[in-house]
């Protein structure tokens, strides 16, 4: 897939209440929670031990569900390329929730949404929901609203 291209701030703002694209699908791996557990410090049972986490209410182990968020600068360029900025920044973030679990082994694919853009000192700060969404599963596994602030 190619990343949609958006070029400066009046385009963007042409763009508010659309649903920008979709990342292509990656697999979440038992490494990568291990890793993010490392570098976390969340050891629990549910991510990290395997055998336990297969009697427990999941079925098997699942991804912390930050790891889940953290998937998003990787994704994110892969549905959209916004250009005519100098730089940009994360702000933050609004709202963040883990609806449903993501299985080890599964794959996930971020959905963007524009849903603001504000004018800021020397640029806009542009409010996406993103939407993560675990291939079969019913429900979304994150969704969030993420700021950003790029500058000209």
């Not at 912390?64 to 990787?74: A, D, E, I, K, V």
């Not at 959209?80 to 609004?94: D, E, K, L, Q, R």
């Not at 794959?107 to 929901?129: C, F, M, N, P």
Request: a negative charge; aromatic letters at 10%; glycine letters at 12%.
């Amino acid at each position: 897939m190619t990343a949609r291209v958006i070029n400066g701030a009046d385009e963007l703002k042409s763009l508010v209440g659309e649903h920008l694209g979709y990342s292509p699908y990656v697999e979440v791996t038992q490494e990568q929670v291990n890793q993010f557990a490392e570098a976390t410090g969340d050891h629990q049972w549910i991510h990290v031990d395997v055998e336990k986490a297969k009697a427990g209410p999941f079925g098997g182990p699942i991804a912390h569900g930050y790891l889940t968020l953290s998937l998003g600068p990787m994704l994110y360029p892969q549905v959209v390329s916004i250009t005519g900025f100098s730089m940009g920044v994360n702000y933050g973030a609004n709202k963040v929730r883990f609806p449903s679990p993501v299985p080890v082994g599964s794959k996930v694919r971020l959905g963007v949404k524009l849903l603001q853009v504000d004018d800021i000192a020397g640029g806009v700060q542009t409010t996406l929901e993103f939407t993560f969404e675990c291939e079969g599963a019913a429900k979304p596994s994150c969704v969030a609203e993420i700021i950003f602030r790029s500058y000209e």
